[in-house]
């Protein structure tokens, strides 16, 4: 695994990132998601909600880093609160 | 609704899980470790955090590149894809002619890139190639090494001989599955031409339009080999797109940092867009059935 240059912050990335995958899998299975509409404009099943999150909050960062010289936590932080806001109510 | 599933055919998806694990899983998360490091050797390593991505927004040869690849890769999609439907209207729907232009279509997709790139880079050149040579013949100061108007025209010409064929192949495919009736119906309605087009023959087209216009736009988005053999970027930096500026900094500099930040940058490009084009037509289609 060397050759990955694994670092402490990326492995917490992809940890995070499986561990959702396989949440999402198992309530799944515990209760199969309905398609609904939101404040999107689109119907979406839970796992759209979670890649149009996970896609939004990639971008946010981008633009943070691009338009800002403000710390990215705060970001993140604004990240953080775009995944909730469309899994709950997109 | 009680819907029996069967989880054993899970087991016969796990073969294409590894190849894709291999493939590309495992080296998107080697790039993503890569673009937070600066790298010397594989024991020479610092984090930086997120120093390359600011870099590498901040660049402006990038967003000159970026520009360059918006301008080509629409250009493309608006020429072969009117041109593509166009000429899928004009072929033969039977006889000996299917199986001849199937074949003569086909041809340009089955030459690899590079040799495309070889092809129209002597078939350009005014001293040994016929095109080039013609073009000057009329008078025409046609010069593709150092006009960088000329290689543009170049290598979206190239571009429009390569791939059209696929949009012609897929429309063409599209047209063959609509069934006589709804063209007897048109027939007795009294329909124009354009109306049997734009009520019948395109939304009959419209999933396999939707695959050509996503292929070609990520084939345009990430193109190399042909403008890289036709024109190597230049005259200047007038063709260095977005898939040659970043080779340039990840093998010719050898940044791996930065490169990598790059490629995430433009990996989650074409994922946005080709999501948002994806999901508008998909949803288009939907609400035309309702």
Known sequence: ?90 | MNKITNNKAWFLVLPVFFIVAISAIIPLMTVVNYSVQDIFDPQTRFFVGTEWFEQVLGDSRLHDALIRQIIYTLSVLFIEIPMGIAVALTLPRKGWGVSASMVLLALPLLIPWNVVGTIWQIFGRADIGLGGYLINLMGIDYNYAQNPMDAWVTVLVMDVWHWTSLIVLLCYAGLRSIPDAYYQAAKIDGASRWAVFRFIQLPKMQSVLVIGVLLRFMDSFMIYTEPFVLTGGGPGNATTFLSQFLTRMAVGQFDLGPAAAFSLIYFLIILLVCWVFYTVVMNAGKQGEQ
């Open chain 1, 1 to 90: 695994m060397a050759w990955m240059a694994w670092t402490p912050i990326t492995a917490v990335f992809f940890s995070c990132i499986i561990l959702m995958l396989i949440g999402m899998g198992i309530w799944q299975a515990v209760s199969p998601t309905v398609p609904r509409r939101g404040f999107l404009p689109l119907t979406t099943t839970r796992g759209d909600r979670l890649f149009i999150s996970l896609l939004g909050a990639a971008y946010i960062h981008l633009g943070w880093l691009a338009f800002t010289d403000i710390a990215l936590w705060i970001g993140s932080v604004i990240a953080l609160a775009w995944l909730v806001i469309v899994m709950r109510w997109g």
